[in-house]
């Protein structure tokens, strides 16, 4: 596609229910990241797939967060049981290789709320 | 709907005014800065960078400053207009590594 593209772009949710926000990067990019952004925070660093390597999931703040990218494209980051700190926007970004500058291109995001 | 960043350091400027942005960056090894603009429901947009072995570079009415000394960053937008309103964000891209650490914003007000 022209652009990064995450759904849904709203989504509210239960304590302790499970969630999915999907991230489809820009055609042909290799490299894939994950963002939070917190209210009144910068973005926090979650977790980075490139090609068929291992994804670092160093940001990932507890195990409760999984991501998966299937057939090196669409990305899927999981959320199990959330809790109401879970409450930010998610932001996706796509690469076609480390993202120097204007190659790195986010989505728009998924604002979610744990009410 | 509600907007992220709600508690940012806010900087209100009148209209046709230059406006100066300020970023304090953590690493003195890190060697490639951007900045990201971040209108009200969209994600950040690249708008400039620059790499460690410089201290300026311009864009189309804005200027990126690097002082490596003090580990600081500014961002300078002539003639600032209505659409430039939004949360400016620096980002840091830590060395050896893919990964950008973005300072906290400043949400821009342009004043009519």
């Known amino acids: 596609g022209a652009g990064v593209s995450q759904s849904p772009s709203n989504k509210v949710t239960e304590k302790g229910k499970d969630v999915e926000l999907r991230c489809d990067p820009i055609s042909g990019h290799t490299a894939l990241y994950w963002y939070r952004q917190s209210l009144g925070q910068g973005l926090e660093f979650l977790i980075y797939f490139q090609g068929n390597s291992a994804p670092d999931k160093s940001g990932l703040p507890s195990d409760r967060f999984s991501a998966e990218r299937t057939g090196g494209s669409v990305s899927t980051l999981t959320i199990q049981r959330t809790q109401q700190e879970d409450s930010a926007v998610y932001l996706c970004?796509?690469?076609?290789?480390?993202?120097?500058?204007?190659?790195?291109?986010f989505g728009s995001g998924t604002r979610l709320t744990v009410v | 709907g509600e907007s992220v960043g709600l508690h940012l350091p806010t900087l209100s400027v009148q209209e046709g005014d230059n406006s100066i942005i300020n970023c304090a960056y953590s690493n003195s090894a890190s060697d490639y800065f951007i900045w990201y603009k971040q209108e009200s429901g969209k994600g950040p947009q690249f708008i400039i960078d620059?790499?460690?072995?410089?201290d300026k570079r311009q864009g189309q009415r804005v200027t990126v400053l690097l002082n490596k000394t003090v580990k600081h960053l500014s961002l300078q937008i002539a003639a600032t207009q209505p659409g430039d309103s939004a949360v400016y964000f620096c980002a840091e891209l830590h060395p050896g590594t893919y990964k950008y650490i973005f300072g906290t914003g400043t949400r821009l007000k342009v004043l009519a």
């Open positions: 970004a796509s690469s076609l290789d480390k993202g120097r500058g204007d190659g790195y291109t």
């Open positions: 620059i790499r460690s072995n410089m």
